[in-house]
């Protein structure tokens, strides 16, 4: 039987303190179920998916509609936007999570002491993890589905803009999450919009053990600053590609394309293009090209734009002051000559947001270089950025990108959401 399309009520009441009680009580049975019974519910949610794929697809068309109607960005309605493709892609990832190995239980770092109390560490569940996300109604199956698999429960608030999208969705966990036999509130969905609520959830530290915002500059910032819960940030990324002088160019401009244009509403998309001035006047004028052929703005420095004034159909635009500070999430980038590899490492050292990084170069000391003196989650040498992803790192879906270094770096996949207690065993022993 169908579930309906969302009836919606925005600013509802929802008693936060009964959702986090209920998060806490379905984390323990969840810290406490087997690997078999975790796979049957990540399965069960795949088919609830596909079940109610016409209702999911309905309740988020009444979304990207009003998405539209309130003047929403191209890059904002993409993120929100779900096609049968990209619905079909979340019931497949979620049976891919099933598919990955269990990371709780793991013994590990075991050793015996003098005494002969016999020490080891094992991984065990996070807890309640609290996501705070906008605009991608597919967080709100890839929070639930990795979390599952980790032992975790997931309370969950979505953006305004895919209310309708998320219930429709939340109700399809729920109703797996029943048929095998797990409790419902293992994933909850806090079905309101009235933003009071988000700093209520980020003060609930009796029962949420974590909160990974993931949203823009502003959401990660009210975490920060609001929370009484450790805080996972993340997300927000200004990547660099900078093209060496010894760099296969043919080869680099596929890369760079790829980087810019493949998604570009995305996080790992490319924002800043660096190049060496000793390839500047042959090189540019050849990605830019190719990168008009895409539609895409480039905001070049001063010397750059002496070298792109006659390519044909380039939207050209002098780099104002906070250019290579902007994450795009669409079809403009940044471009600026450097004189050295020094240069663009400063440069990305002054810009960056420690997301993804990379250098094209075929001169190994200089590739070297440049993955030691970055210190980003992710470094690339003559690869595209679009890679820092869970999925296309092996991980399975991610919770998100974290851009910070305590606990987590890096796409957050399994591990990423489990902690570890110490275990000791001994023949009644005492201290002396």
């Not at 807890?127 to 698999?149: F, H, M, Q, S």
């Not at 909850?188 to 209520?200: N, Y």
Request: charged content about 20%; aromatic content about 4%.
């Amino acid at each position: 039987m169908s579930i309906p399309i969302p009836e919606i009520t925005l600013h509802k009441h929802v008693d936060l303190q009964a959702l986090g009680r209920a998060a806490q009580e379905a984390s323990r049975a969840l810290a406490v179920a087997t690997t078999e019974e975790k796979n049957a519910a990540l399965h069960a949610i795949a088919e609830a998916i596909e079940r109610h794929a016409d209702t999911i697809l309905a309740a988020n068309a009444q979304d990207v509609a009003r998405g539209r109607a309130n003047g929403l960005t191209d890059a904002l309605l993409d993120r929100l936007l779900l096609t049968p493709s990209r619905l079909q892609a979340l019931a497949n990832d979620a049976r891919k999570v099933a598919d990955l190995p269990d990371p709780v239980g793991r013994d590990f770092d075991q050793r015996t002491l003098d005494n002969g109390l016999q020490l080891k560490r094992r991984t065990v569940p996070l807890g309640v993890v609290g996501v705070i996300y906008e605009a991608r109604p597919n967080v709100t199956v890839d929070i639930a589905t990795l979390c599952l698999k980790a032992g975790n429960a997931a309370l969950l608030r979505g953006g305004s803009e895919t209310i309708r999208s998320n219930v429709a969705l939340a109700r399809a966990l729920a109703e797996a999450l029943a048929s095998v036999g797990l409790p419902e509130a293992c994933v909850q969905l806090i079905d309101s919009t009235d933003r009071a609520l988000v700093r209520e959830l980020l003060r609930l530290d009796d029962y949420v053990d974590m909160i990974i915002p993931r949203g823009g500059a502003g959401l990660h910032r009210l975490c920060k600053e609001q929370s009484t819960i450790p805080v996972i940030t993340g997300g927000i990324g200004i990547c660099h590609l900078f093209v060496d002088a010894t760099a296969d160019l043919d080869r680099a401009i596929p890369v760079i394309v790829n980087a810019k244009v493949q998604r570009p509403s995305v996080c790992n998309a490319l924002d800043t293009l660096l190049v060496h001035e000793g390839i500047a006047a042959d090189f540019l004028p050849r990605v830019a090209a190719a990168l008009a052929e895409h539609g895409v703005e480039v905001h070049a420095d001063e010397a750059a734009l002496s070298h792109l004034a006659n390519v044909d159909g380039l939207a050209l635009v002098p780099a104002g002051a906070d250019d290579f500070d902007q994450e795009w999430l669409g079809l403009t980038l940044g471009l600026r000559v450097v004189n050295s590899l020094d240069t663009a490492i400063a440069h990305v050292h002054a810009h960056s947001t420690q997301h993804s990084d990379g250098i094209l170069t075929e001169t190994p000391a200089h590739a070297a270089r440049f993955l030691n003196e970055v210190d980003s989650a992710a470094v690339y040498v003559n690869a595209s950025t679009r890679f820092t992803d869970g999925g296309q790192f092996g991980l399975g879906a991610e919770v998100a990108v974290s851009t910070q270094k305590l606990h987590a770096r890096g796409p957050m996949g399994l591990d990423a959401l489990t902690t570890f207690k110490w275990i000791a065993e001994g023949d009644y022993h005492v201290r002396a």
